[in-house]
């Protein structure tokens, strides 16, 4: 399926599919046409900034929206000029509309007075209690769904980040292997009843997967 189903008929970098690529590769800097190569390409830039940030991160570091933004911009600035910029287009999927573009610059900043502010630096602390954090900022970051894409690869690296903050490994998502579908299917239900205020499903999800990757790290 290409991108157009999923957003609303407007024009611009944020909206035009790149030459070439029939609808399902964004219009990029690198002039990729082929899905899988940009997915390539989308996978190891992330690698690769996950790696700086291990070092530019300190457990004392408090995450603002400036910063997400610069985590965004430096994970996708070279392949797309919208990266790092909020977007200026409406989004669904599967019926489902987040909040209007118009809005995201407001939520952003409700969300780091709310949610940022409390929520980190990420203290060591019991699990339940990290992985309620986790959830929290989790949860409200995805809702406002501020970039125009890759906000649940971005999301799941600051939560990544936390747990390391709070002297815990990343978390084990468990989205490869065996049994992948089921932890997908389980973690969108867990987001969506964020969505809402209901956080105990993803913190749920964020401790058992953090536990499981305590367990393999022991093996």
């Known amino acids: 399926m290409g991108l157009s ?16 690529s029939h609808g399902r590769v ?16 989308e996978y190891e830039s992330l690698l690769r900034v996950q790696d700086t940030y291990l070092h530019r991160i300190t457990p004392d570091t408090p995450f603002t929206v400036k910063l997400i933004n610069a985590m965004h911009h430096d994970w996708l600035g070279h392949i797309y000029e919208w990266a790092g910029e909020y977007r200026t287009v409406e989004m669904e999927k599967d019926g489902f509309q987040w909040p209007p573009a118009y809005l995201i610059e407001q939520n952003m900043r409700a969300f780091q007075q709310a949610q940022l502010d409390r929520c980190t630096p990420c203290k060591p602390a019991p699990l339940s209690v990290v992985a309620q954090d986790m959830a929290e900022v989790h949860g409200e970051l995805l809702l406002i769904h501020p970039y125009r894409d890759g906000n649940g690869r971005l999301a799941r690296w600051l939560a990544d980040l936390m747990a390391l903050q709070a002297h815990m490994p990343a978390p084990d998502y468990a989205f490869t292997g065996r049994g992948a579908k089921r932890q997908q299917k389980r973690y969108l239900h867990a987001v969506q009843q964020a969505y809402i205020g209901n956080y105990g499903f993803l913190a749920d999800f964020f401790a058992e997967a953090i536990d499981r990757r305590i367990r393999r790290l022991r093996v």
């Open 26 to 41: 964004l219009r990029n800097l690198l002039q990729i046409t082929r899905k899988r190569e940009m997915d390539r390409m």
């Open 5 to 20: 189903r999923k957003y609303q008929t407007a024009r611009g970098a944020q909206v035009d599919t790149q030459p070439g």
